[in-house]
Protein backbone atom coordinates (compact mmCIF):
# COMPACT_ATOMS: atom_id res chain seq x y z
CA UNK A 1 0.00 0.00 0.00
CA UNK A 2 0.94 3.55 -0.58
CA UNK A 3 1.45 6.83 1.55
CA UNK A 4 0.11 10.12 -0.04
CA UNK A 5 1.49 13.46 1.47
CA UNK A 6 -0.82 16.61 0.83
CA UNK A 7 0.54 19.89 0.95
CA UNK A 8 -1.19 23.19 1.13
CA UNK A 9 -1.46 26.56 3.49
CA UNK A 10 -5.28 26.45 2.97
CA UNK A 11 -6.25 24.02 5.92
CA UNK A 12 -10.16 23.73 4.16
CA UNK A 13 -9.03 22.55 0.61
CA UNK A 14 -6.35 20.06 2.65
CA UNK A 15 -9.76 18.69 4.19
CA UNK A 16 -11.67 18.72 1.34
CA UNK A 17 -8.85 16.63 -0.56
CA UNK A 18 -8.61 14.31 2.54
CA UNK A 19 -12.23 13.91 2.32
CA UNK A 20 -13.90 13.65 -1.36
CA UNK A 21 -11.08 11.23 -2.37
CA UNK A 22 -11.62 7.11 -2.23
CA UNK A 23 -7.95 6.77 -1.58
CA UNK A 24 -8.17 2.93 -1.43
CA UNK A 25 -9.28 2.92 -4.96
CA UNK A 26 -5.77 3.88 -5.93
CA UNK A 27 -4.07 1.92 -3.41
CA UNK A 28 -3.24 4.58 -0.88
CA UNK A 29 -3.66 3.78 2.85
CA UNK A 30 -2.16 6.56 4.46
CA UNK A 31 -2.74 10.31 3.88
CA UNK A 32 -0.66 13.24 5.94
CA UNK A 33 -1.03 16.31 5.31
CA UNK A 34 1.47 19.60 5.67
CA UNK A 35 0.78 23.39 5.77
CA UNK A 36 3.89 24.63 4.40
CA UNK A 37 7.68 23.27 2.43
CA UNK A 38 9.55 23.08 6.05
CA UNK A 39 6.36 20.62 7.73
CA UNK A 40 6.17 18.38 4.21
CA UNK A 41 10.04 18.04 4.53
CA UNK A 42 10.04 16.45 8.35
CA UNK A 43 6.98 14.08 6.80
CA UNK A 44 10.34 12.37 4.89
CA UNK A 45 11.93 11.06 8.35
CA UNK A 46 8.65 8.49 8.00
CA UNK A 47 9.95 7.63 4.83
CA UNK A 48 9.06 9.13 1.50
CA UNK A 49 5.47 9.42 0.26
CA UNK A 50 4.78 7.84 -3.14
CA UNK A 51 2.63 10.34 -4.06
CA UNK A 52 2.52 14.44 -3.18
CA UNK A 53 -0.13 16.86 -4.29
CA UNK A 54 0.93 20.11 -3.54
CA UNK A 55 -0.15 23.84 -3.69
CA UNK A 56 2.46 26.16 -5.34
CA UNK A 57 2.68 29.33 -3.76
CA UNK A 58 2.53 29.55 -0.34
CA UNK A 59 4.17 31.66 2.30
CA UNK A 60 6.85 29.77 3.46
CA UNK A 61 8.23 28.71 0.31
CA UNK A 62 6.87 27.28 -2.99
CA UNK A 63 5.88 24.19 -4.30
CA UNK A 64 8.37 24.71 -7.03
CA UNK A 65 11.12 24.49 -4.86
CA UNK A 66 9.20 21.64 -2.77
CA UNK A 67 9.41 19.36 -6.33
CA UNK A 68 13.01 20.48 -6.74
CA UNK A 69 14.76 19.28 -3.45
CA UNK A 70 12.29 16.17 -3.72
CA UNK A 71 13.81 15.23 -6.99
CA UNK A 72 17.55 16.16 -5.66
CA UNK A 73 17.05 14.15 -2.87
CA UNK A 74 16.43 11.35 -5.28
CA UNK A 75 12.74 10.00 -4.41
CA UNK A 76 10.69 8.81 -6.99
CA UNK A 77 7.47 10.06 -5.90
CA UNK A 78 4.58 10.84 -8.46
CA UNK A 79 3.78 14.97 -8.09
CA UNK A 80 0.55 16.51 -8.83
CA UNK A 81 0.68 20.47 -8.79
CA UNK A 82 -2.80 21.87 -7.81
CA UNK A 83 -2.94 25.81 -7.55
CA UNK A 84 -4.85 28.94 -8.44
CA UNK A 85 -2.43 30.32 -10.70
CA UNK A 86 -3.37 28.96 -14.77
CA UNK A 87 0.25 30.39 -15.67
CA UNK A 88 2.29 27.83 -18.10
CA UNK A 89 5.37 29.04 -16.66
CA UNK A 90 4.59 27.47 -13.71
CA UNK A 91 3.39 24.29 -15.91
CA UNK A 92 6.52 24.25 -17.97
CA UNK A 93 8.64 24.42 -14.91
CA UNK A 94 6.77 21.67 -13.39
CA UNK A 95 7.10 19.50 -16.29
CA UNK A 96 10.81 19.72 -15.95
CA UNK A 97 11.38 18.15 -12.29
CA UNK A 98 8.62 14.97 -14.00
CA UNK A 99 5.47 16.62 -11.97
CA UNK A 100 2.88 14.34 -13.60
CA UNK A 101 -0.09 16.29 -13.52
CA UNK A 102 -0.88 20.63 -13.33
CA UNK A 103 -4.59 21.08 -12.11
CA UNK A 104 -6.26 24.47 -11.73
CA UNK A 105 -8.48 25.69 -8.69
CA UNK A 106 -11.96 25.03 -8.30
CA UNK A 107 -11.81 21.36 -7.96
CA UNK A 108 -12.92 19.61 -10.50
CA UNK A 109 -13.25 16.31 -8.92
CA UNK A 110 -13.57 14.55 -12.58
CA UNK A 111 -10.12 15.57 -13.30
CA UNK A 112 -8.47 15.06 -9.92
CA UNK A 113 -9.34 11.49 -10.01
CA UNK A 114 -7.87 10.75 -13.81
CA UNK A 115 -4.82 12.67 -12.37
CA UNK A 116 -4.23 10.25 -9.58
CA UNK A 117 -4.92 7.17 -11.61
CA UNK A 118 -2.70 8.21 -14.42
CA UNK A 119 -0.21 9.53 -11.96
CA UNK A 120 -0.35 6.15 -9.46
CA UNK A 121 -0.12 3.77 -12.73
CA UNK A 122 2.86 5.43 -14.15
CA UNK A 123 4.78 5.34 -10.89
CA UNK A 124 3.75 1.39 -10.35
CA UNK A 125 5.17 1.18 -14.18
CA UNK A 126 8.21 2.69 -13.37
CA UNK A 127 8.78 0.51 -9.77
CA UNK A 128 8.06 -2.56 -11.60
CA UNK A 129 10.26 -2.17 -14.78
CA UNK A 130 13.12 -0.66 -11.89
CA UNK A 131 12.83 -4.12 -10.63
CA UNK A 132 13.60 -6.08 -13.75
CA UNK A 133 16.37 -3.65 -15.16
CA UNK A 134 17.94 -0.07 -15.48
CA UNK A 135 17.53 -0.85 -18.99
CA UNK A 136 13.70 -1.09 -18.74
CA UNK A 137 13.48 2.05 -17.13
CA UNK A 138 15.01 4.01 -19.71
CA UNK A 139 12.90 2.70 -22.18
CA UNK A 140 10.18 3.58 -20.48
CA UNK A 141 11.14 7.36 -19.88
CA UNK A 142 12.23 7.34 -24.00
CA UNK A 143 9.44 5.20 -25.05
CA UNK A 144 7.33 8.68 -25.93
CA UNK A 145 10.74 10.39 -28.08
CA UNK A 146 10.77 7.48 -29.75
CA UNK A 147 7.51 7.65 -31.11
CA UNK A 148 7.53 11.67 -31.59
CA UNK A 149 10.42 10.80 -33.09
CA UNK A 150 9.54 8.77 -35.92
CA UNK A 151 6.31 10.74 -36.78
CA UNK A 152 8.42 14.15 -37.03
CA UNK A 153 10.37 11.73 -39.79
CA UNK A 154 7.15 11.35 -41.65
CA UNK A 155 6.18 14.44 -41.69
CA UNK A 156 9.61 15.79 -42.70
CA UNK A 157 9.96 13.10 -45.63
CA UNK A 158 13.19 12.26 -43.55
CA UNK A 159 12.25 8.53 -43.93
CA UNK A 160 11.24 6.52 -46.78
CA UNK A 161 8.18 6.69 -48.72
CA UNK A 162 8.26 2.83 -49.64
CA UNK A 163 5.84 0.67 -47.27
CA UNK A 164 8.20 -1.85 -46.78
CA UNK A 165 11.33 0.66 -45.26
CA UNK A 166 8.42 1.85 -43.10
CA UNK A 167 7.64 -1.18 -41.87
CA UNK A 168 11.51 -1.87 -40.94
CA UNK A 169 11.57 1.37 -39.29
CA UNK A 170 8.38 0.46 -37.15
CA UNK A 171 10.13 -2.53 -36.11
CA UNK A 172 13.38 -1.22 -35.42
CA UNK A 173 11.71 1.60 -32.73
CA UNK A 174 9.50 -1.22 -31.55
CA UNK A 175 6.57 0.76 -32.34
CA UNK A 176 2.81 -0.32 -31.75
CA UNK A 177 1.81 0.10 -35.30
CA UNK A 178 1.76 -1.03 -38.52
CA UNK A 179 2.65 0.50 -42.12
CA UNK A 180 -0.26 -0.38 -43.51
CA UNK A 181 -2.53 1.12 -40.91
CA UNK A 182 -4.04 4.51 -41.73
CA UNK A 183 -4.42 7.36 -39.94
CA UNK A 184 -5.57 10.85 -39.90
CA UNK A 185 -3.94 14.00 -39.84
CA UNK A 186 -5.23 16.90 -37.86
CA UNK A 187 -3.23 20.30 -38.63
CA UNK A 188 -3.80 23.39 -35.80
CA UNK A 189 -2.51 26.54 -37.27
CA UNK A 190 -2.03 29.43 -35.68
CA UNK A 191 -0.26 33.38 -37.14
CA UNK A 192 2.72 33.66 -34.62
CA UNK A 193 2.03 37.58 -35.11
CA UNK A 194 -1.13 37.18 -33.22
CA UNK A 195 0.38 35.16 -30.39
CA UNK A 196 0.10 37.75 -27.36
CA UNK A 197 3.23 39.32 -26.54
CA UNK A 198 3.59 38.58 -23.29
CA UNK A 199 3.79 34.43 -24.16
CA UNK A 200 7.10 32.63 -23.57
CA UNK A 201 7.20 31.16 -27.62
CA UNK A 202 8.60 27.54 -25.34
CA UNK A 203 5.91 27.96 -23.15
CA UNK A 204 3.35 29.02 -25.55
CA UNK A 205 4.68 25.41 -27.81
CA UNK A 206 4.10 23.74 -24.49
CA UNK A 207 1.00 24.96 -23.69
CA UNK A 208 -0.98 24.12 -27.28
CA UNK A 209 1.00 20.76 -27.74
CA UNK A 210 -0.77 19.64 -23.66
CA UNK A 211 -4.24 21.02 -24.62
CA UNK A 212 -4.46 19.74 -28.35
CA UNK A 213 -3.35 16.18 -27.08
CA UNK A 214 -5.58 16.60 -24.17
CA UNK A 215 -8.79 17.07 -26.54
CA UNK A 216 -8.03 15.30 -29.34
CA UNK A 217 -6.78 12.21 -27.22
CA UNK A 218 -8.33 12.84 -23.80
CA UNK A 219 -5.31 12.53 -22.15
CA UNK A 220 -1.68 13.20 -22.39
CA UNK A 221 -0.47 11.74 -25.90
CA UNK A 222 2.58 14.66 -26.61
CA UNK A 223 4.21 11.59 -28.95
CA UNK A 224 1.57 11.85 -31.42
CA UNK A 225 1.53 15.50 -31.55
CA UNK A 226 4.36 17.71 -33.61
CA UNK A 227 5.06 21.17 -32.99
CA UNK A 228 6.89 23.08 -35.46
CA UNK A 229 7.23 26.67 -37.25
CA UNK A 230 6.72 27.25 -40.66
CA UNK A 231 6.25 30.71 -42.89
CA UNK A 232 5.35 32.78 -39.71
CA UNK A 233 2.18 30.18 -39.11
CA UNK A 234 2.95 28.20 -35.68
CA UNK A 235 1.87 24.09 -36.45
CA UNK A 236 0.30 21.36 -34.38
CA UNK A 237 0.14 18.24 -36.27
CA UNK A 238 -1.55 15.32 -34.45
CA UNK A 239 -1.59 12.01 -35.72
CA UNK A 240 -5.00 10.25 -34.44
CA UNK A 241 -5.40 6.58 -35.83
CA UNK A 242 -7.69 5.58 -38.61
CA UNK A 243 -11.49 4.86 -37.88
CA UNK A 244 -12.22 7.63 -35.73
CA UNK A 245 -15.60 8.83 -36.24
CA UNK A 246 -15.36 12.58 -38.60
CA UNK A 247 -17.86 13.94 -36.34
CA UNK A 248 -15.96 13.40 -33.49
CA UNK A 249 -12.69 15.11 -35.08
CA UNK A 250 -14.93 18.03 -35.63
CA UNK A 251 -16.12 18.58 -32.49
CA UNK A 252 -13.33 17.84 -30.87
CA UNK A 253 -11.76 20.24 -33.19
CA UNK A 254 -14.13 22.78 -32.30
CA UNK A 255 -13.85 22.54 -29.00
CA UNK A 256 -9.81 22.75 -29.28
CA UNK A 257 -10.68 26.17 -31.00
CA UNK A 258 -12.69 27.17 -28.29
CA UNK A 259 -10.10 26.69 -25.66
CA UNK A 260 -7.52 28.11 -27.56
CA UNK A 261 -9.56 31.46 -27.43
CA UNK A 262 -10.35 31.35 -23.85
CA UNK A 263 -7.43 30.37 -22.46
CA UNK A 264 -4.56 31.10 -25.08
CA UNK A 265 -5.96 34.07 -25.95
CA UNK A 266 -5.06 33.37 -30.00
CA UNK A 267 -7.02 32.59 -33.08
CA UNK A 268 -6.27 28.49 -33.66
CA UNK A 269 -7.59 26.99 -37.16
CA UNK A 270 -7.89 23.25 -37.59
CA UNK A 271 -7.72 21.04 -40.54
CA UNK A 272 -8.39 17.39 -40.68
CA UNK A 273 -7.53 15.05 -43.49
CA UNK A 274 -8.84 12.40 -44.92
CA UNK A 275 -7.67 8.93 -44.00
CA UNK A 276 -4.18 8.53 -45.15
CA UNK A 277 -1.29 5.49 -45.06
CA UNK A 278 1.88 7.20 -43.52
CA UNK A 279 3.76 7.04 -46.76
CA UNK A 280 1.30 9.53 -47.25
CA UNK A 281 1.18 11.90 -44.36
CA UNK A 282 4.00 14.01 -45.09
CA UNK A 283 2.26 15.05 -48.47
CA UNK A 284 -0.77 15.43 -46.83
CA UNK A 285 0.95 18.11 -44.46
CA UNK A 286 2.13 20.06 -47.12
CA UNK A 287 -1.47 19.83 -48.60
CA UNK A 288 -3.27 21.41 -45.76
CA UNK A 289 -0.69 24.30 -44.82
CA UNK A 290 -1.09 25.12 -48.71
CA UNK A 291 -4.97 25.55 -47.52
CA UNK A 292 -4.06 27.59 -44.43
CA UNK A 293 -1.80 30.14 -46.34
CA UNK A 294 -4.89 30.09 -49.22
CA UNK A 295 -7.54 30.64 -45.75
CA UNK A 296 -7.65 34.45 -45.23
CA UNK A 297 -11.33 35.14 -43.78
CA UNK A 298 -12.33 31.33 -42.87
CA UNK A 299 -10.22 30.98 -39.97
CA UNK A 300 -10.86 30.40 -36.06
CA UNK A 301 -13.27 27.02 -37.53
CA UNK A 302 -12.49 23.32 -38.42
CA UNK A 303 -12.54 22.66 -42.11
CA UNK A 304 -12.14 19.39 -43.40
CA UNK A 305 -9.49 18.44 -46.54
CA UNK A 306 -11.75 18.42 -49.38
CA UNK A 307 -13.84 21.49 -47.93
CA UNK A 308 -13.30 24.25 -50.68
CA UNK A 309 -13.45 28.16 -49.54
CA UNK A 310 -16.17 29.84 -51.45
CA UNK A 311 -15.19 33.26 -52.49
CA UNK A 312 -17.31 35.72 -54.43
CA UNK A 313 -14.51 36.93 -56.91
CA UNK A 314 -16.54 37.65 -60.21
CA UNK A 315 -15.51 41.24 -59.98
CA UNK A 316 -12.11 42.41 -59.92
CA UNK A 317 -11.58 44.72 -57.18
CA UNK A 318 -9.87 47.87 -57.17
CA UNK A 319 -8.43 50.24 -54.77
CA UNK A 320 -9.83 53.93 -54.57
CA UNK A 321 -6.00 55.03 -55.28
CA UNK A 322 -7.44 59.27 -55.54
CA UNK A 323 -9.02 58.99 -52.63
CA UNK A 324 -5.99 57.78 -51.22
CA UNK A 325 -3.59 59.70 -53.01
CA UNK A 326 -5.60 62.61 -51.34
CA UNK A 327 -5.82 61.45 -48.17
CA UNK A 328 -1.67 61.07 -47.87
CA UNK A 329 -1.69 64.80 -49.52
CA UNK A 330 -3.72 65.45 -46.57
CA UNK A 331 -1.28 63.41 -43.79
CA UNK A 332 -4.34 61.96 -42.82
CA UNK A 333 -2.89 58.68 -41.13
CA UNK A 334 -6.04 57.40 -39.07
CA UNK A 335 -8.17 57.72 -42.05
CA UNK A 336 -6.03 55.82 -44.62
CA UNK A 337 -5.80 53.04 -41.93
CA UNK A 338 -9.18 53.37 -41.09
CA UNK A 339 -10.53 52.97 -44.78
CA UNK A 340 -8.03 50.41 -45.22
CA UNK A 341 -9.55 48.48 -42.40
CA UNK A 342 -13.03 48.86 -43.36
CA UNK A 343 -12.77 48.35 -47.03
CA UNK A 344 -10.74 44.65 -46.04
CA UNK A 345 -13.67 43.74 -43.41
CA UNK A 346 -16.51 44.65 -45.78
CA UNK A 347 -14.78 42.89 -48.64
CA UNK A 348 -14.20 39.78 -46.29
CA UNK A 349 -18.34 39.86 -44.94
CA UNK A 350 -19.13 39.88 -48.88
CA UNK A 351 -16.78 36.50 -49.35
CA UNK A 352 -14.88 38.90 -51.41
CA UNK A 353 -11.66 38.84 -49.79
CA UNK A 354 -9.18 35.90 -50.94
CA UNK A 355 -5.34 35.96 -51.78
CA UNK A 356 -5.52 37.19 -55.24
CA UNK A 357 -7.36 40.06 -54.01
CA UNK A 358 -5.48 41.15 -50.99
CA UNK A 359 -2.76 40.82 -53.20
CA UNK A 360 -3.85 43.37 -55.53
CA UNK A 361 -5.00 45.63 -53.00
CA UNK A 362 -1.41 45.63 -51.38
CA UNK A 363 -0.12 46.48 -55.32
CA UNK A 364 -2.92 49.58 -55.60
CA UNK A 365 -1.77 50.64 -52.13
CA UNK A 366 2.12 50.50 -52.65
CA UNK A 367 1.28 52.32 -56.17
CA UNK A 368 -0.11 55.41 -54.03
CA UNK A 369 2.60 55.07 -51.44
CA UNK A 370 5.36 55.40 -54.45
CA UNK A 371 3.92 57.66 -56.09
CA UNK A 372 3.35 60.07 -53.01
CA UNK A 373 7.03 60.02 -51.98
CA UNK A 374 8.14 60.06 -55.70
CA UNK A 375 6.53 63.36 -55.78
CA UNK A 376 8.08 64.63 -52.30
CA UNK A 377 11.55 63.15 -53.89
CA UNK A 378 11.52 60.67 -51.01
CA UNK A 379 13.47 57.47 -51.98
CA UNK A 380 11.41 54.85 -50.93
CA UNK A 381 13.86 52.01 -51.07
CA UNK A 382 15.72 53.99 -48.26
CA UNK A 383 13.15 54.21 -46.46
CA UNK A 384 11.63 50.85 -46.55
CA UNK A 385 14.85 48.50 -46.46
CA UNK A 386 14.79 47.39 -42.77
CA UNK A 387 14.39 44.16 -41.55
CA UNK A 388 11.08 44.93 -39.76
CA UNK A 389 9.52 46.62 -43.24
CA UNK A 390 10.76 43.63 -44.86
CA UNK A 391 9.75 41.22 -42.56
CA UNK A 392 5.96 42.62 -42.19
CA UNK A 393 5.67 43.03 -45.96
CA UNK A 394 6.49 39.27 -46.68
CA UNK A 395 3.81 38.43 -44.27
CA UNK A 396 1.18 40.87 -45.83
CA UNK A 397 -0.55 38.40 -48.06
CA UNK A 398 -0.60 36.07 -45.42
CA UNK A 399 -3.99 37.40 -43.04
CA UNK A 400 -5.52 40.66 -42.29
CA UNK A 401 -4.10 41.11 -39.51
CA UNK A 402 -0.83 40.83 -41.20
CA UNK A 403 -1.73 43.11 -44.15
CA UNK A 404 -2.96 45.70 -41.64
CA UNK A 405 0.20 45.56 -39.36
CA UNK A 406 2.18 46.19 -42.34
CA UNK A 407 0.15 49.01 -44.12
CA UNK A 408 0.32 50.90 -40.70
CA UNK A 409 3.78 50.99 -41.08
CA UNK A 410 3.83 52.05 -44.10
CA UNK A 411 1.43 54.94 -43.51
CA UNK A 412 3.33 56.05 -40.53
CA UNK A 413 6.95 55.93 -42.26
CA UNK A 414 5.57 57.83 -45.25
CA UNK A 415 3.69 60.86 -43.04
CA UNK A 416 6.26 61.39 -40.55
CA UNK A 417 9.15 61.11 -43.20
CA UNK A 418 7.68 63.77 -45.50
CA UNK A 419 6.51 65.83 -42.27
CA UNK A 420 10.29 65.62 -41.11
CA UNK A 421 11.53 66.57 -44.72
CA UNK A 422 9.14 69.63 -45.03
CA UNK A 423 10.56 70.72 -40.92
CA UNK A 424 14.27 70.95 -42.71
CA UNK A 425 13.34 72.26 -46.14
CA UNK A 426 14.56 76.27 -45.99
CA UNK A 427 12.43 79.02 -47.08
CA UNK A 428 13.74 78.48 -50.96
CA UNK A 429 12.73 74.94 -50.81
CA UNK A 430 9.70 75.17 -50.14
CA UNK A 431 9.05 77.88 -52.72
CA UNK A 432 10.48 75.50 -54.89
CA UNK A 433 8.11 72.21 -53.96
CA UNK A 434 5.19 75.08 -54.11
CA UNK A 435 5.70 75.78 -57.62
CA UNK A 436 6.30 71.66 -58.14
CA UNK A 437 2.68 71.11 -57.20
CA UNK A 438 1.31 73.97 -58.88
CA UNK A 439 2.92 75.07 -61.64
CA UNK A 440 0.01 74.38 -64.39
CA UNK A 441 -1.97 77.13 -62.60
CA UNK A 442 -1.85 80.39 -63.19
CA UNK A 443 1.19 81.44 -60.80
CA UNK A 444 2.86 84.87 -60.13
CA UNK A 445 5.69 85.80 -57.63
CA UNK A 446 3.33 86.82 -55.35
CA UNK A 447 1.44 83.55 -54.74
CA UNK A 448 4.81 81.93 -54.04
CA UNK A 449 5.76 84.22 -51.95
CA UNK A 450 2.63 83.93 -49.90
CA UNK A 451 3.01 80.31 -50.02
CA UNK A 452 6.25 80.55 -47.74
CA UNK A 453 4.77 83.76 -45.78
CA UNK A 454 7.26 86.08 -47.01
CA UNK A 455 6.89 89.44 -49.31
CA UNK A 456 7.29 89.32 -52.90
CA UNK A 457 10.26 91.51 -52.79
CA UNK A 458 12.52 89.58 -50.15
CA UNK A 459 11.43 85.93 -51.41
CA UNK A 460 12.94 87.18 -54.85
CA UNK A 461 16.31 88.72 -53.52
CA UNK A 462 16.33 85.46 -51.28
CA UNK A 463 15.96 83.24 -54.23
CA UNK A 464 18.11 84.94 -57.08
CA UNK A 465 20.80 84.64 -54.23
CA UNK A 466 20.27 81.09 -53.54
CA UNK A 467 19.45 79.46 -56.97
CA UNK A 468 20.90 81.85 -59.60
CA UNK A 469 17.66 82.75 -61.12
CA UNK A 470 14.49 84.18 -60.40
CA UNK A 471 11.31 83.22 -58.99
CA UNK A 472 9.32 83.25 -62.33
CA UNK A 473 12.55 82.43 -64.26
CA UNK A 474 12.83 78.52 -62.22
CA UNK A 475 8.89 78.55 -62.73
CA UNK A 476 9.14 78.45 -66.94
CA UNK A 477 12.52 76.59 -66.42
CA UNK A 478 9.86 73.55 -64.58
CA UNK A 479 7.40 73.83 -66.99
CA UNK A 480 9.10 73.52 -69.85
CA UNK A 481 11.12 69.94 -68.59
CA UNK A 482 7.21 68.62 -67.66
CA UNK A 483 6.30 70.39 -71.51
CA UNK A 484 9.67 67.81 -72.95
CA UNK A 485 8.73 65.20 -71.20
CA UNK A 486 4.77 65.86 -72.38
CA UNK A 487 5.78 65.89 -75.92
CA UNK A 488 7.37 63.01 -75.81
CA UNK A 489 5.33 60.69 -73.98
CA UNK A 490 1.66 62.08 -74.95
CA UNK A 491 0.60 62.59 -78.30
CA UNK A 492 -1.54 65.70 -77.66
CA UNK A 493 -1.17 68.67 -79.84
CA UNK A 494 1.29 71.53 -78.55
CA UNK A 495 -1.50 73.97 -77.63
CA UNK A 496 -2.71 71.21 -75.09
CA UNK A 497 0.78 71.00 -73.71
CA UNK A 498 1.24 74.30 -73.56
CA UNK A 499 -2.29 75.41 -71.36
CA UNK A 500 -1.36 72.21 -69.20
CA UNK A 501 1.86 73.13 -68.40
CA UNK A 502 0.46 76.57 -67.30
CA UNK A 503 0.99 79.06 -70.38
CA UNK A 504 -1.85 81.27 -71.16
CA UNK A 505 -0.69 81.52 -74.72
CA UNK A 506 1.00 79.44 -77.63
CA UNK A 507 3.09 81.87 -78.56
CA UNK A 508 4.82 83.14 -75.54
CA UNK A 509 4.78 79.43 -74.68
CA UNK A 510 6.92 78.87 -78.00
CA UNK A 511 8.99 81.57 -77.23
CA UNK A 512 9.95 80.66 -73.97
CA UNK A 513 10.63 76.60 -75.37
CA UNK A 514 13.00 77.60 -77.81
CA UNK A 515 14.99 80.07 -75.29
CA UNK A 516 15.89 77.41 -72.74
CA UNK A 517 16.18 74.61 -75.35
CA UNK A 518 17.45 75.69 -78.20
CA UNK A 519 14.39 74.08 -80.29
CA UNK A 520 10.89 74.56 -81.58
CA UNK A 521 8.46 72.55 -79.78
CA UNK A 522 7.41 70.47 -82.80
CA UNK A 523 11.29 70.33 -83.84
CA UNK A 524 11.83 68.72 -80.18
CA UNK A 525 8.83 66.24 -80.09
CA UNK A 526 10.13 65.36 -83.59
CA UNK A 527 13.33 64.93 -82.88
CA UNK A 528 12.43 63.01 -79.48
CA UNK A 529 9.74 60.59 -80.25
CA UNK A 530 9.94 57.24 -79.55
CA UNK A 531 9.87 56.12 -83.02
CA UNK A 532 12.89 58.31 -84.22
Not at 144 to 152: A, G, N, T, Y
Not at 169 to 191: G, M, Y
Not at 249 to 257: F, I, P, Q, Y
Not at 322 to 334: N, R
Request: with cysteine.
Amino acid sequence: MMRCLLIDDDVPTVEVLRDIVRWNDYGISQVVAAYNILEAKTCFDDGAPDLIICDIEMPRGSGIEMIQWVREQGYDCAFIFFTCHESFEFASTALTYNADSYLIKPLDERKLEEALLRSVEALKRRRTLGEYSKHGLTWLRNKDLVEKSFWSDVLTSTLSTRPDLIQEEILRRDLPFSANQKFTLVLISVAASEIDEHWNASVFYYALSNLGSEVMFDRPNPDRVIPYKQNNQIYHAIIIDGGTDAQKLKANGERLVRLCRQYLKCVATCYISEEKNISELAQCKAELEQTNMSNLIFRGIVHFQNDRFQYDTTETYALDTQLYTMLFAQKDKLQIVNRLKNTLERLAAQNKLDAVTLHLVREDFLQVVYAFLAQNNIQAHRLFSDDVAERLLQRSDHSVFDFMKWAHLITEKTIETLKETLQSEGVVERAKRFIHENYHWDMSRDDVAASVFLTPDYLSKTFKNETGMSIIEYLNAHRIEMAKRMLVERPVSIGAVATETGFDNLSYFSTVFKKLTGETPNAYRAKHKPDH
